[in-house]
């Protein structure tokens, strides 16, 4: 579990194919992780499966390839890392599960000098978790809805963020990580199976 406020952004120093898995290697200054730790790249829960002195490495399998932007980082690219939450932890975001509903693509990026935003369209399958003001994870990112319309939705991003994070610098045409709300895909997929019923 996880909260969406990015801890660090770094650098992919590593990709391989392996028999059943792409290895991601990315650079990382943390000296305590551990072998099996859960951590978000880019908002997808990955488990560290090597660590060499200043690297990090991540087995992702083909589900995951399929689902995230994962498999399109090359040597260079920029990503978000964010450590699992511990108990006791406060909660800064929302509660993000890392588990990626699939890929929604930047299509605008307004700056108007007062205002910095993105709009995004998500997979029409996915629409339907999503809700004005309500929160969404994008590459990682806690953010809150500023606008929707149909499946395209726009997010604020404030200083901080762009500066924390690699949102502003993303091209378009760009396939972030999607996560829609965890509370909402409940509520929808519970009123779904009354419906059904």
Not at 166 to 185: C, H, M, P, V, Y
Request: charged content about 25%; overall charge negative; proline content about 3%.
């Amino acid at each position: 579990m996880f909260t969406g406020i990015i801890e660090t952004t770094s650098r992919v120093i590593g990709v391989a194919s392996g028999p059943m898995f792409r290895r991601l290697t990315v650079a990382s200054l943390w000296e305590d992780v551990r072998l099996g730790e859960s951590i978000a790249v880019n908002g997808c829960c990955l488990t560290v499966a090597e660590i060499t002195p200043g690297e990090l490495g991540f087995d992702v399998i083909a589900e995951t390839l399929a689902k995230t932007n994962l498999g399109q980082l090359t040597d260079g690219d920029e990503v978000h890392l964010e450590r699992a939450m511990r108990v006791g932890d406060r909660i800064d975001g929302h509660f993000v599960q890392g588990h990626i509903d699939g890929t929604a693509r930047l299509v605008d990026r307004k700056n108007d000098g007062k205002e910095y935003r993105l709009a995004v369209e998500a997979p029409a399958e996915l629409a339907k978790f999503l809700a004005p003001k309500g929160s969404v994870t994008i590459d990682g990112v806690s953010l809150t809805i500023a606008s929707l319309n149909d499946n395209v939705f726009e997010v604020a991003l404030i200083p901080t963020t762009l500066a924390r994070t690699a949102l502003g610098k993303r091209q378009i045409g760009w396939e972030f990580n999607l996560e829609t709300d965890i509370l909402s895909k409940t509520v929808v997929a519970w009123l779904e199976r009354q419906k059904a019923g």
